[in-house]
Nanobody, 126 residues
Framework: EVQLVESGGGLVQAGGSLRLSCAASGFTFDDYVIGWFRQAPGKEREGVSCISSSDGSTYYADSVKGRFTISSDNAKNTVYLQMNSLKPEDTAVYYC???????????????????WGQGTQVTVSS
């Protein structure tokens, strides 16, 4: 059974930090791009960051560059999102997802992601 389980969300004050984890099981980790998405009330689901487990290449949305860092531990089948200098506008439900590396389009959008976690709430207070 394929599973992605997010953890690490919570309530933090502006300027604080959180570290999200995405633990994957039931599929070959190296064959997928792992992405982090977030969705705030009234907003579309937004691609935050992604990483290719095979070559380590990464992507960051402009809104989080310099503040968030994605990393992976292939031995643990886990991807992390270190979030620093958090802002109230970072408040959202954060989802991790897995997409095939063979997709020819953009990984910014959710279309190629076939496996999704249930999400973890991140709330940043002002």
């Amino acid at each position: 059974e394929v599973q992605l389980v997010e953890s690490g969300g919570g309530l933090v004050q502006a300027g604080g930090s959180l570290r999200l984890s995405c633990a994957a099981s039931g599929f070959t980790f190296d064959d997928y791009v792992i992405g982090w998405f977030r969705q705030a009330p009234g907003k579309e689901r937004e691609g935050v960051s992604c990483i290719s487990s095979s070559d380590g290449s990464t992507y960051y949305a402009d809104s989080v560059k310099g503040r968030f860092t994605i990393s992976s531990d292939n031995a643990k089948n886990t991807v992390y999102l270190q979030m620093n200098s958090l802002k109230p506008e970072d408040t959202a439900v954060y989802y991790c997802a897995a997409a095939s590396t063979y997709y020819s389009g953009s990984y910014v959008y959710p279309d190629p992601y076939v496996y999704w976690g249930q999400g973890t709430q991140v709330t940043v207070s002002s």
